[in-house]
């Protein structure tokens, strides 16, 4: 993979302290591309002054993977978690990729990926606000690319599902291990189970994010890629 990423500038990964994002960071540094890796309390995606500051103090960057996610569980008849869901999945997003995306158009080369959620187009109990969030980035994220295209930068989005991270894990009672529950889906809140009968793991979504980022995929672009083991059935 390393022949087939840029190395001449170097990539970002936002939210380089979660599971996935740190799963990114080792798979780029691996192949030998610089990396810088942001996350609090360093780099505050929700500031837009800060964040702006912060990636105009990079420079050149070649490849972005926007990670930074969070997950307040809620529902559509009580919305509690929905400012808290939006400031990080969608106006972090913005706030970090509209100012990336503008000069990789100048220097008419760089891609971006941004990691969503099957939750996005699958609605799911629980995550009403959380589901929402992701939709609304995935599409903004596709738009971005449309715009992009004709500068030659692309912009990609990955989506997971059930991934064994600290999120996941962090939704099930102290102590419980849920794992044979997702998988095998929950009838009683119209979860479909996951047909590959395991969960994703971290690299699963980075080898992902890393292949969208380098010229093997140089003609795909405003694509949404699934990472769920089969779990969603609209695409």
């Not at 087939?4 to 970002?12: D, F, K, T, Y």
């Not at 990080?88 to 990691?115: D, E, H, P, Q, Y």
Request: include cysteine; aromatic fraction near 4%.
């Amino acid at each position: 993979m390393s022949a087939a990423l840029e190395i001449g500038s170097p990539a970002v990964v936002v939210g380089a302290q979660g599971g996935i994002g740190a799963a990114c960071v080792e798979k780029l540094q691996l192949a030998g591309v610089q990396t810088v890796a942001l996350d609090l309390p360093h780099a505050d995606v929700t500031d837009r002054n800060d964040i702006k500051a912060t990636i105009n103090s990079i420079g050149d960057i070649s490849i972005l993977i926007y990670c930074s996610g969070v997950m307040i569980e809620d529902s559509a008849l009580d919305p509690h978690g929905i400012d808290a869901n939006f400031a990080v999945n969608f106006s972090g997003l913005v706030n970090v990729c509209s100012v990336v995306a503008k000069n990789m158009c100048v220097r008419k080369t760089g891609s971006i990926v941004v990691v969503s959620s099957n939750a996005g187009t699958t609605p799911r109990m629980g995550m009403a606000s959380y589901g929402a969030s992701k939709a609304a980035a995935s599409a903004w994220a596709r738009t971005l690319a449309l715009e992009c295209a004709p500068f030659g930068v692309r912009c990609n989005v990955v989506s997971p599902g059930s991934t064994d991270t600290s999120m996941l894990r962090d939704m099930w009672p102290t102590g419980e291990d849920r794992t044979f529950d997702v998988i095998s889906g929950n009838l009683g809140t119209y979860r479909l189970g996951i047909p590959l009968g395991k969960l994703a793991t971290a690299e699963d979504v980075a080898n992902a994010c890393v292949f969208l980022s380098s010229s093997a995929a140089s003609h795909i672009t405003m694509h949404d890629l699934r990472v769920d083991g089969g779990a969603t059935f609209d695409k």
